[in-house]
């Protein structure tokens, strides 16, 4: 049925004469086929791609990274010609939308008379046989009597531009491999980050020309700067420190200092190591005014593979939308991968050294000190563009994406499923959410008004899908598919749900962000059914209405109506003001009957609407639950208790008349302080007792001291 489908649809597209509109459209990018093009790139790509793997070599790895290039901006280009055809064919007013009937009569109208004149000749400039075309006509008659369903060809060719795309992202993939099996043979292991962070301050002045050029929306300027830096992070990678060589060229480092952005002079000096995940550590001298040095500073990039296929997908996005694709949804995605390298940009600063005077060739910049609000003529780049470029710390909320396919029901022939899709807001809060699945079986679509980052990650389920079948009969049903989310970020000042309302988001943060996820599972199917209808999970907590500093208690229930035992694990998250808290129990729970456990016991040290939420997995099934639990104020601090949590001591083998310490950690739950007397009790007699204040919600340590007299256990 599929393949008749697209037999039918390549010969209406024929037919109707888009091969035509595509050609014309094509000479005006300057090529002379990008079809052919297309199939040579792409066998290229895979004789790389094998080499590549098999001889690990750096010059197969430079062709490789010159052949995805070259396979990326086909992709953007099609993707564009076929965009273009389309408006082509609307305002030709060319039918673009087909019922079942139609494409029958179609069919049987080839069945009778073979294929019209006109497409027998498009077919034949496209290098069919006459073999080839009647085999077509067979086919076509063969299966007349089995179409089903209506086509719609705009639809059709949108979803065929949108893939040209998805095929460019692909070839930036194998582009960003290229450089990894060629750069990352010898792997440290990542150093822990410091507070001390930036944006890549050899790439900031790249950076901050093409967020600047974002900020205008002006393509082609784009794509200018996003090539130039995408060109200049091969540069960084590919450059190795080797002491004591000179080193790499004069870069303008852009850095804020101050609440503003200053222009100094530094010099490149090459990687000193490639970290394990994608990561790099390099090195660059910088000169300083006070005092009037050069210092050799060392950073540590953890995205830097990542940084550079973004750069590149960017640069996709941006040369198709440049060719002339017009589809809105590219805006969304160019958003969302603008907002993913501004954070894959950033670095730490591991330490830095003085390596003397300024020597010849070192000649200082004069150091140019943006004013606010003006900006600068020398950079041409309004000052508050630079301020958001060059932030390290993004004030806008993220949407953190995680996709789950499950399934509700197998069979010996068929198995249907749903998808789960965790939902969580970072930094701030996201508005404005769309949700559209589309796969194997599956249509669904769902809106949310507004994320927080309290509420601890949103669990969405959509409906089960159609009965996917066996049809391999190998006993595996693979299903796959795309979920496609839209959303508005909140900017400024991090907000709750108490603090939000829609005018109080800045002025610019309205841009919308797509995100694209695809999604693809092997079910197994079986010949004992399991229903996860029949099977409920449900979380409560006690009590139902808390108070801050409160002991909650939180319960899990899971009811099982299959007719066999199930078994399996059953963890729940919970949001809480100091971060989200992970509690798991493995659970049997017999057939046709209920099971009811206590899985976690908290405390809210603020009061707040706090979202909570759990999921139990048995085989390769799972049922989930979520709900909320606001907390109020304790106004009365009547409510806590103060415990011991924790007794040390130094030495931990004392001998006679070592001074010993005894460390004692005392924690108030009240939400008041309170003051609390501390006795060091040993053999029944007070040795030490100190006096404090612990702080409300807090823990205090208390050392007192002891010398014993006498060898021995002392109690």
């Not at 540069?235 to 004591?244: A, F, H, K, N």
């Not at 710390?393 to 509700?408: C, N, Q, S």
């Not at 962000?513 to 079910?523: A, G, N």
């Not at 009811?596 to 603020?606: L, P, Q, S």
């Amino acid at each position: 049925m599929r393949k008749l489908m697209s037999i039918c649809i390549i010969v209406l597209i024929l037919a109707l004469s888009v091969n035509q509109v595509v050609s014309e459209s094509f000479a005006l990018a300057g090529y002379t086929n990008p079809y052919d093009e297309f199939w040579r790139i792409l066998e290229r790509e895979a004789e790389l791609v094998v080499e590549l793997n098999k001889t690990r070599d750096g010059e197969i790895a430079k062709q490789l990274i010159e052949n995805s290039r070259l396979g990326a901006e086909n992709a953007a280009n099609i993707s564009a010609l076929i965009w273009t055809s389309i408006q082509e064919l609307k305002k030709s007013g060319v039918k673009l939308y087909y019922t079942e009937e139609e494409l029958r009569k179609m069919a049987y109208e080839i069945k009778e008379y073979g294929l019209p004149q006109e497409t027998v000749k498009a077919l034949k400039e496209q290098g069919w046989s006459d073999a080839e075309i009647k085999a077509l006509e067979r086919y076509i008659a063969q299966n007349a009597d089995k179409i089903e369903g209506d086509f719609d060809m705009e639809e059709f060719l949108v979803n065929m531009s949108r893939a040209f795309v998805d095929v460019g992202f692909k070839y930036n993939e194998y582009e960003r491999w290229a450089l990894e099996v060629w750069l990352w043979k010898e792997q440290d292991r990542p150093p822990k980050p410091t507070k001390d962070k930036e944006i890549n301050p050899v790439l900031s002045l790249t950076w901050v020309n093409f967020y600047s050029a974002y900020a205008k929306g002006d393509i082609e300027a784009q794509l200018s700067w996003i090539t130039k830096l995408r060109d200049k992070m091969v540069d960084v990678l590919t450059t190795v420190y080797v002491e004591p060589r000179p080193p790499k060229g004069e870069s303008p480092v852009l850095r804020i200092e101050g609440g503003r952005a200053r222009v100094l002079q530094a010099k490149y000096k090459g990687v000193t190591a490639y970290i394990r995940g994608g990561g790099v550590k390099f090195n660059m001298a910088e000169y300083t005014i006070l005092p009037n040095r050069i210092v050799e500073k060392s950073y540590y990039w953890p995205h830097a593979l990542r940084a550079y296929e973004l750069a590149s997908e960017i640069r996709t996005i941006l040369l198709a939308m440049n060719l002339g694709n017009g589809d809105k949804r590219l805006e969304g995605i160019l958003n969302e991968k603008v907002s993913e390298l501004h954070s894959a940009l950033v670095v730490y600063k591991l330490s830095e050294r003085s390596i003397g005077q300024p020597y010849r060739g070192f000649i200082r910049l004069s150091i140019k000190t943006l004013p606010p609000r003006t900006g600068t003529q020398s950079l041409g780049i309004d000052q508050r563009i630079l301020l958001k470029a060059l932030t390290p710390e993004e004030d806008e909320g993220k949407l953190i994406v995680a996709i789950e396919a499950v399934p509700t029901k197998t069979t010996e022939s068929y198995v249907k499923y749903k998808l789960k899709i965790k939902l969580e807001a970072e930094n701030n809060a996201v508005r404005n959410l769309k949700i559209k699945v589309s796969g194997d079986g599956l249509e669904y679509s769902k809106e949310i008004d507004i994320l927080y980052p309290e509420d601890g990650g949103k669990i969405v389920e959509t409906n089960a899908s159609k009965a996917i079948y066996d049809d391999d009969h190998d006993g595996i049903v693979k299903v796959e598919g795309k979920v496609e989310i839209s959303y508005i970020p909140v900017c400024g000042k991090a907000i709750n749900s108490k603090s939000f309302t829609p005018d109080s988001a800045p002025l610019g943060c309205d841009k919308e962000k797509t995100i694209v996820e695809r999604y693809s599972e092997d079910f197994e199917v079986e010949k004992q059914e399991v229903d996860t209808d029949k099977i409920e999970l449900s979380i409560y907590p006690s009590p139902e209405h808390p108070k801050t500093f409160q002991d909650v208690t939180f319960y899990v229930t899971i009811t099982n109506d299959n007719d066999k035992e199930i078994s399996g694990k059953c963890t729940v998250y919970i949001a809480l003001p100091e971060g989200t808290g992970r509690y798991s129990k493995d659970v049997i729970v017999p057939a046709s009957s209920s099971k009811t456990f206590e899985i976690a016991e908290v405390r809210y040290g603020k009061p707040g609407t706090y979202g909570y939420s759990g999921v139990f997995k048995f085989g390769q099934f799972e049922v989930s639950a979520s709900g909320s639990v606001t907390v109020s104020q304790d106004s009365s601090g009547s409510s806590g208790s103060l415990k011991i949590k924790q007794v040390t001591f130094e030495p931990s083998l004392p001998k006679v008349q070592d001074n010993v310490k005894v460390r004692v950690k005392v924690s108030n739950s009240y939400s008041s302080k309170k003051t609390v007397k501390v006795e060091l009790v040993v053999d029944g007699k007070t040795v030490n007792q100190v006096d404090g204040v612990v702080s409300g919600g807090k823990e205090r340590e208390f050392i007192l001291s002891w010398t014993p007299t006498e060898a021995g256990e002392h109690g």
